[in-house]
Nanobody, 125 residues
Framework: VQLVESGGGLVQAGGSLRLSCAAS????????VGWFRQDPGEEREFVAAINWTGGSTYYADFVKERFTISRDNAKNTVFLQMNTLKPEDTAVYYCAADRRRSVVPGKRVSDYADWGQGTQVTVSS
């Protein structure tokens, strides 16, 4: 499955962005989807994930109450709504598909087989 992220940009602290992850090639509804982010020189870290039905969501502690992951399987798209953004949220954000069909989506980079190219999010103070 091919994934393409969009929606990144420059925003002031306290602002919001909505990232999209659009899939082609195979139906994204078959897979759990996760969002990760990465700063230069840092490891890619887990942000949020949603299972293949959309019924369960999971978040890193540092984004709870601020970010919301959702999916529209009819549009083959997963979203990440990011509110109350902080300068430390600045990173390249990636979406990825977890093909393992586990009950709970993975939180490790190695759990995900397909990745998008990333979208830059920059939060100014």
């Amino acid at each position: 499955v091919q994934l393409v992220e969009s929606g990144g940009g420059l925003v002031q602290a306290g602002g919001s962005l909505r990232l999209s992850c659009a899939a082609s090639g195979r139906a994204l509804s078959r897979f759990a989807v996760g969002w990760f982010r990465q700063d230069p020189g840092e490891e890619r870290e887990f942000v949020a994930a949603i299972n293949w039905t959309g019924g369960s969501t999971y978040y890193a502690d540092f984004v709870k109450e601020r970010f919301t992951i959702s999916r529209d399987n009819a549009k083959n798209t997963v979203f990440l709504q990011m509110n109350t953004l902080k300068p430390e949220d600045t990173a390249v954000y990636y979406c990825a598909a977890d093909r393992r069909r586990s009950v709970v989506p993975g939180k490790r980079v190695s759990d995900y087989a397909d990745w998008g190219q990333g979208t830059q999010v920059t939060v100014s103070s």
